[in-house]
């Protein structure tokens, strides 16, 4: 099955999530048959493309629950989301209280998605391309928001390590646009939440944090499934499974840069 097979034969719908007492409205592909499934993470493991972030991942929705439980670090908050997907956590912090919200993906098409979702949920996020690790789209980004990297406090990534290569390409863009200290008395936090997929444990995010010299502590998600337990289990895209092995890893400290 060729990419442009399985692409022809996928189908979208608008799939409702409750976070809290919020109702999301997330624009979605609908489930692959297995060959198309097949032919999706073939090409997911032969590309650069981003082209998981058409669905709603389990790792989004934990930290959207995370964020609901912890609406206080989102007053007033600019946040940057990394592999942002459907936009799933970039929209809820914005319901709760974000004053700046930019949602970003490294691939053209999962950024249209993007976008339609921010349209569904009429909420004021900013959609945009971004690809990790890589300094002209970390100069060409910082055109379109120039002041971002002295405003951001909180930077966002849910279930975006799925191949062991993007660690220290996700560590890098984290470090770049945290990279501003012109205001070192601001509070500035990197929200991890993975699940393991793949190659990448958690043990592997470990020790890679470790190696980079951040400083984190790691939440588990056990406490936030109590918030709506029925709701979590009714989502077909998010197994209980998968659901209670995800962490949410709290960055503090990233080498110079925070």
């Known amino acids: 099955m060729s990419e442009a097979n399985w ?20 624009y979605q592909m609908r489930e692959l048959s297995l060959d198309d499934m097949f032919a999706m993470l073939s090409e997911m493991d032969s590309k650069q493309t981003e082209i998981s972030g058409t669905r709603i991942w389990t790792g989004s929705l934990a930290l959207s629950h995370y964020l609901f439980m912890h609406a206080d670090i989102l007053q007033g908050a600019c946040t940057l989301e ?40 009429k909420e004021a996020v900013h959609a945009h391309v971004l690809s990790w690790g890589d300094a002209k789209s970390h100069t060409q980004f910082c055109t379109e928001f120039p002041d971002l990297k002295s405003k951001l406090n909180l930077i966002l990534a849910a279930d975006v390590l799925y191949k062991a290569m993007l660690i220290p390409l996700l ?69 209980e499974n998968e659901y209670l092995q995800a962490k949410i890893y709290c960055v503090t400290a990233i080498r110079g840069a925070l």
């Open 82 to 121: 990394l592999g942002a997907g459907t936009g799933m956590c970039s929209i809820v912090a914005k319901k709760l209280g974000a004053e700046t919200c930019i949602a970003t993906d490294g691939d053209d098409r999962v950024v249209q998605i993007l976008t339609r979702n921010v349209q569904l949920n």
């Open 171 to 239: 560590f890098n863009s984290v470090e770049f646009f945290f990279s501003d200290s012109s205001d070192s008395e601001q509070s500035r936090l990197f929200l991890l939440c993975h699940v393991p997929r793949a190659e990448v444990s958690h043990d592997m995010v470990e020790k890679a944090l470790k190696a980079a010299r951040f400083e984190y502590s790691v939440q588990s998600v056990q406490d936030i499934r109590k918030l709506n337990p029925k709701k979590i289990l009714e989502m077909e895209e998010c197994p």
């Open 7 to 26: 692409r022809q034969c996928a189908e979208y719908e608008v799939k409702e999530v409750s976070i809290g007492m919020h109702t999301l409205f997330v």
